[in-house]
């Protein structure tokens, strides 16, 4: 039997009405797993009463691994100098744009480190070059962190670094460099990386010029479970005055690689701690549409668990993954097996836009 404050927690959720910080609280410490999941896979059928599990055909392409942050739980960047550290070029990101569009592949995934010296024009001539060759396909780029660093460097505000970038022909911003909203977990993991305020911003602002975002939170490193509520709260309530967040998806930290996991000696978060985080936060975010599944990072089995516990989408396919296979996770899963894993869940899969159109 669960507890039945959980029980009556879980009965509010499912029948519409907002958790407060202190029922979410009462969520994540239940270990009682199963009741969770039900509740989450009926908050998903409400949101999504068609039956449908999507993904996207995408890549990532990370421009640069060069860095000027240093975050504890990072395995990918490197520092300007190091033997590792580089750029690619636009023939090398032209290539793997060339593998994407022969896929009809509809989003590019580009990211780099947080480069000190790169100018301006490298990355508005990189996105109008892209989007000259590539109309079809959505150039998902540039997480908060990012657009923080192109405004320092080039004393611009946010509002007008965005603008420009949508301009150069920018389609969305993803929700990376998230970790947990909290500046006090902030501190402990990352140096020179924006605050809580700052990441907010960026998406507050990138939804008011009609770019729409996702959202993201990796847990499982130094955060308390008091934290992920705080997290997920401050993204209920931007998304409650901008409506801008298209998906919200969760991973845990991958710690192999990483001066965090071998400084605390961490062993991998459990897949129960991450089947229970999912399915309290698609309870706590009634207003946002969508619930990525991290398969990523979980593997092809929890990855298809958890379209019962709350998610509604598979997420990209990924032909190739560079900042979590650093940190020693990284599962291959090609489209056709995520057709299957989404069919034997009991889902019809359909290929989606960036902004959940249905291609097919
Ligand atoms: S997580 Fe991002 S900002 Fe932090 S060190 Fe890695 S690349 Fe740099």
């Known amino acids: 039997m669960s507890n039945p404050t959980v029980e009556t927690i879980l009965d509010k959720a499912v029948a519409g009405q907002r958790l407060s ?54 395995a990918f960047y490197r520092t300007r100098g190091h033997e590792e550290a580089y750029l690619l070029t636009r023939e090398e990101i032209y290539e793997k744009m060339d593998e994407l569009a022969s896929m009809d592949g509809r989003q590019v995934l580009m990211q780099g480190g ?21 109309p079809q396909i959505n150039l998902h780029a540039f997480s908060p962190p990012e657009i923080i660093n192109f405004a320092t460097l080039y004393d611009l505000s946010v509002r007008e670094v965005i ?3 949508h301009e150069a022909g920018l389609g969305s911003i993803p929700g990376g460099g998230a970790e947990i909203l909290v500046d006090s977990v902030r501190k402990r993991i990352s140096h020179g990386k924006c605050t809580s305020a700052e990441w907010l911003e960026v998406m507050e602002t990138a939804h008011e010029l009609g770019l729409r975002t996702t959202a993201t939170m990796m ?5 308390t479970l008091a934290d992920r509520v705080e997290h997920l709260i401050s993204l209920r309530d931007l998304q409650d005055s901008t409506g801008g967040f298209t998906a919200f998806i969760c991973w845990t930290f991958q710690p192999d690689n990483t001066p965090l996991g071998s400084r605390l000696n961490y062993e991998r978060t459990t897949s129960h701690e991450y089947l229970k985080t999912q399915a309290v936060a698609r309870l706590v975010l009634d207003n946002i549409d969508n619930v990525q599944t991290s398969w990523v990072t979980q593997g092809e089995e929890i990855g298809q668990l958890s379209l019962l516990f709350g998610a509604n989408d598979f997420g990209g396919t990924m032909l190739e993954e560079n900042v979590v296979s650093a940190a020693g996770a990284y599962y291959d899963v090609p489209e056709e097996r995520i057709r299957d894993l989404i069919a034997e869940a009991g889902f019809t899969p359909k290929r989606r836009t960036t902004f959940y159109e249905l291609l097919e």
Request: with cysteine; glycine share 6%.
């Open 163 to 165: 603008g420009r970038m």
């Open 114 to 134: 947080l480069h000190p010296d790169l100018p301006l024009a490298f990355y508005e001539e990189l996105l109008s070059d892209l989007k000259a060759r590539y």
């Open 219 to 223: 847990f499982g490193h130094v955060e």
């Open 21 to 74: 910080s202190d029922e979410a609280l009462g969520l994540l410490e239940s270990e009682d797993l199963l009741p969770l999941g039900q509740a989450a896979r009926q908050v998903a059928h409400r949101h999504h009463p068609e039956g449908v599990v999507t993904y996207i055909v995408d890549r990532n392409v990370n421009y640069s691994n060069v860095c000027s942050a240093v975050c504890t739980f990072c």
